[in-house]
């Protein structure tokens, strides 16, 4: 780890005797980059600043913390992101690409196995009402796809012949082989780790009390110390709210809850992972998929939690039988429009803002062309139209 460390006491006078009185040690280190937010978009940005060599400290506020990326449900997943914006889908479809490999290289550098398979993905469908929603949704998806095949739409018949017995409400589902899983928390494990392996900083349970511009450097202030950058990068989900403020700017996301029921250990039934009941690698069945807007409030409730368990065992009955050991709630980080926010503001150079809902699926991406642009290239073209000045046109 490469860093500048500057140590500014405070000198208040003396006693009589000609003792110094300290009131207060300053430490200040300097870096090239400050990333605020230690999840899964902020580690994955991290890692690949620091394999770029670029000198990187990660800021993570602690379990204060709404923690997203410990609360979510583990996809790898295309088809339901981007259906009428084309270069929404590209962007997602080049991270699910780049899975596969990324996952390898993180076990190649730090031995960790995050489990991920690419064995496609399955949207279920229990009406006529809503097939007819997925298909419309994958026809506009299939519109700007670059080759057939990405994605379409199974029937009842079709969907049984790949996965086996459904309940008897399904009558459909879309399907992408693009789509899979992953374990989340082997996931930021593991990017943590390369982190540090290529020489990158973590501190934990550290919250940011202000940041300032000094010139063309940022001053960020923690407990017992300070931070200084050229460039900062606001990663903390829901927390750039009140970050973007420190610097005048309007960060425009909000939550949205979503709930996660976790079974106990069942024999293994599940091929690959659908929308709303995915079956790990150990056996647990996790059911989700709740979209509820109740501000910043990340408990659970009980109707909800009922309901996520009743769709989970019309789709496959067998649930019925197994016992709920966990259950808990998390909150989405949703911009207005739905789509992600790549910001670089015109007035605040050196600042970088990052939201978004689909932080797993685009860790890939992230830790490659994100860190570039970060690092001077030119903002990727799928992501150009994200930022706070304008928003996408779709």
């Known amino acids: 780890m490469v860093f500048e460390l500057y140590v500014w006491v405070v000198y208040c006078g003396s006693t009589r005797l000609g003792q110094p009185i300290i009131k207060q040690v300053v430490i200040l280190v300097q870096y090239d980059v400050t990333v605020i937010g230690g999840g899964v978009v902020g580690a994955s940005v991290a890692m690949g600043l620091a394999r770029k060599g670029l000198q990187t400290v990660v800021l993570d506020e602690g379990d204060m913390a709404y923690r997203a990326s410990r609360g979510n449900f583990g996809l790898v997943w295309v088809q339901s992101k981007g259906a009428g914006c084309p270069d929404y889908a590209e962007w997602t479809r080049c991270s699910a690409a780049l899975w596969p490999h990324f996952a390898q290289q993180l076990q190649d550098e730090v031995g960790i196995d995050v489990a991920y398979r690419q064995s496609g993905g399955l949207d279920l469908c229990f009406s006529e009402q809503e097939l007819a929603a997925s298909a419309t949704k994958i026809a506009a998806l299939n519109s700007h796809a670059p080759s057939a095949g990405l994605y379409s739409q199974l029937d009842r018949n079709s969907l049984q012949e790949m996965i086996g017995p459904l309940g008897s409400s399904v009558v459909g589902a879309g399907y992408s082989p693009l789509d899979g899983d992953v374990n989340p928390l082997k996931l ?199 930022g706070l000045e304008q928003r996408h046109v779709c």
């Open 188 to 386: 930021l494990q593991a990017m943590h780790a390369a982190l540090q392996r290529y020489g990158g900083d973590y501190q934990a349970n550290c919250r940011v009390a202000n940041i300032e511009r000094r010139g063309d450097e940022f001053v960020i202030n923690i407990p017992h110390s300070r931070i200084t950058s050229h460039k900062i990068v606001l990663a903390a989900g829901l927390g750039n709210i009140s970050l973007g403020a420190y610097l005048g700017l309007d960060v425009p996301i909000r939550p949205l809850r979503g709930q996660i029921l976790v079974s106990e250990r069942m024999p293994t039934f599940l091929s690959m992972p659908t929308s709303i009941v995915r079956q790990t690698e150990d056996g647990t069945v996790l059911m989700g998929d709740s979209k509820e807007d109740v501000g910043f409030d990340d408990g659970t409730d009980m109707q909800v939690a009922s309901a996520i368990a009743q769709r989970g065992i019309m789709a496959f009955p067998q649930l019925a039988a197994t016992r709920i050991i966990r259950c808990w709630g998390a909150l989405r980080i949703m911009t207005r429009d739905g789509l992600p926010l790549y910001a670089n503001p015109s007035d605040e150079p050196g600042v970088y803002i990052l939201n978004g809902h689909s932080a797993v699926t685009l860790a890939a991406v992230h830790s490659k062309q994100v860190p570039d642009w970060i690092a001077g290239a030119t903002k990727p073209p799928q992501i150009a139209a994200f």
